[in-house]
């Protein structure tokens, strides 16, 4: 049995590890302080090409943001429209050769989840033909929008990393929006399995020494 389970943990360990090599660690943040910073960076600097298809501007309110900032990124479309690119699929198709992809689930999609859209977004450097170019996706036809490889000062640098990071977690929030509710929930069924595992132990003892 015990050597099942080591196996079985080995085969995980090896999985959680495929595919992620090369990618930098984002520690996600959690605080209403970091979503609302990575909102604000997305709707000012992502929201022009990418749609959240599965967030409503409404929505954006839930967790504290300004009425008259979401009323400003909305424009003319009702609170509860679903997150849409400033871009029309011709134009970017013209631009890109490409539709930008929905963002909603893009932390879940790729393999390394949150740290590969972070490595993604800080990827960005100039080769030695003077052309920009991306460590993680190598042809992508994303422009370098944070600007990291435009850069060399340290200060900046931080900044930018600084900027990714709150967008990643904006993004994982937006990827799972009840996940904080269900670990919260977690902690009141835990709470409840043991204060239940009390009652029904001194109920045994109960009826054990009736019996003894
Ligand atoms: C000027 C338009 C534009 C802006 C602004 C923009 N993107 Fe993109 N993005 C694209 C295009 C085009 C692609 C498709 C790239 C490809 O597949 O070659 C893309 C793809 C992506 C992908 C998917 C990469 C993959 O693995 O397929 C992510 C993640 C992403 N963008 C995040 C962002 C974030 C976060 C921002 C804001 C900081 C942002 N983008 C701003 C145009 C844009």
Redesign the pocket.
């Known amino acids: 049995m015990k050597r099942h389970l080591l196996a079985i943990f080995v085969l995980f360990s090896i999985q959680a590890h495929a595919g992620e090599e090369g990618l930098s660690h984002v520690q996600v943040q959690t605080s209403l302080a970091a979503i609302q910073r990575g909102a604000e ?2 709707m000012g ?2 929201h ?3 749609t959240l298809k599965y967030m409503h501007y409404g929505d954006l309110k839930h967790f504290g943001m300004d009425q008259h900032k979401v009323d400003e990124w909305r424009g003319d479309q009702a609170l509860d429209a679903v997150i849409s690119s400033q871009m029309s699929d011709e134009a ?1 198709l013209q631009s ?1 050769a ?1 539709v ?2 929905d ?1 909603s689930l ?1 932390t879940k999609a ?1 393999e390394g989840g949150p740290d590969y ?1 972070y490595s ?2 800080l990827g960005y450097y100039t080769d030695k033909d003077g052309m920009t170019a991306n460590h993680v ?1 190598p ?5 370098d ?2 600007g990291g490889s435009m850069t060399s000062d340290a200060a900046q640098l931080e900044a930018i990393r600084k900027q990714a990071g709150d ?1 990643v977690s904006f ?1 994982t929030w937006v990827a799972d929006p009840h996940e904080q509710e269900r670990q919260r929930l977690g902690y009141y069924v835990l709470a409840y399995l043991m204060v239940l595992t009390v009652l029904l132990y001194l109920v045994k003892n109960r009826i054990w020494s009736r019996l003894k």
């Open positions: 960076t997305f600097q992502c022009s090409c990418h970017a890109f490409k930008p992809p963002l893009m790729r859209v993604y977004l996706f042809a992508t036809k994303m422009p929008i944070l967008i993004l």
